[in-house]
């Protein structure tokens, strides 16, 4: 229900903005209504967010489940006793 709510306020957005507008990317010249051309400018910018979003969060969820693999053969850490100077040895980082 939302959804074709909201489909149907871009349909308005769409048609009420009908004046034609002038677009030009790269050499490319467009003349296009400008309900649409601003709702294409609108996906354009949400995908260049998206995309690079995307790749990091599949890039740390690979790193995550490497970092798992690995540390499954090893023991869980736990308290580690104090050291001859009264103070406990600093945890290794893994990166």
């Known amino acids: ?3 074709a709510i909201v489909l149907l306020l871009l349909l308005i957005f769409v048609l009420q903005n009908g004046q034609r507008a002038e677009v030009t990317l790269l050499g490319a010249h467009v003349a296009l ?4 051309a601003l709702l294409l400018a609108a996906v354009v910018g949400v995908l260049l967010v998206a995309l690079p979003g995307t790749a990091r969060i599949a890039q740390l969820r690979m790193r995550a489940r490497r970092s798992a693999t690995r540390s499954a053969g090893r023991p869980a850490p736990g308290p580690t006793a104090p050291s001859v100077t009264g103070v406990a040895p600093r945890p290794r980082r893994e990166g």
Request: proline content about 14%.
């Open 1 to 3: 229900m939302v959804f």
């Open 33 to 36: 209504p400008l309900g649409v």
